[in-house]
């Protein structure tokens, strides 16, 4: 005696209420992975940068030569490279009559941390640059960022224009960016407290 079995399984409609709604959720998901991804890259740029900025300050409290006098780093607005630095270095020489004279280059950068995010990563961007005077802020194209080297300086902040050092402030601040998340990341650096701070900027 034969039994009828049901069989057990998807209809047509159903295999495709199922597809649609996995191609619904991906399509949902990827650019939120993207943004997500984009948003790391720009936090991990800021705290390398941070990093950075801390690193050369620590040398000037204790520097690789006793000929260093400052160390220094210039920020400019561009989507590469945005980030040089160099070492002050005060060396004695003498003039045609013999006399001693100092003389003050930036030849030698050795000691100092290597920023290089910027380079491998195309997208990202230091977006503006803002210099603080009495409260007042001024945005830029460019920024110095000195840290003196001494016995009572050490570890000083200075802030200025790199293309004017008469344009001074006592407040700068630095916007990281990148075009594929919303979220930027800024950098203070204050000249009045010699403290570098991040946080997280929300368009």
Request: glycine share 4%; net charge positive.
């Amino acid at each position: 005696m034969q039994t009828n079995k049901k069989q057990k399984g998807f209809t047509l409609i159903e295999a495709i209420v199922v597809i649609s709604i996995i191609v619904s959720l991906t399509a949902i998901a990827i650019p939120n992975m993207r943004s997500y991804r984009s948003h790391i890259v720009v936090r991990n740029a800021a705290k390398d940068l941070q990093s950075v900025l801390w690193g050369a300050q620590a040398l000037s409290l204790s520097p690789r030569s006793a000929k260093t006098t400052a160390y220094f780093f210039n920020i400019s607005l561009c989507p590469a490279s945005c980030v040089t630095s160099s070492v002050q270095d005060e060396s004695i020489t003498t003039d045609s009559l013999g006399n001693p004279t100092v003389m003050v280059g930036s030849e030698a950068t050795e000691g100092l941390p290597v920023l290089d995010r910027f380079v491998s990563d195309k997208k990202l961007s230091i977006a503006d640059i803002k210099l603080y005077k009495n409260g007042v802020s001024t945005s830029y194209n460019s920024l110095r960022i000195s840290f003196a080297v001494g016995n009572r300086t050490g570890g000083n902040i200075s802030l200025s224009d790199a293309t004017n050092s008469l344009i001074t402030g006592d407040k700068a601040e630095i916007i990281i960016s990148s075009p594929d998340t919303k979220i930027r990341y800024k950098i203070t650096i204050n000249a009045a407290t010699h403290i570098i701070t991040m946080d997280v900027v929300r368009a």
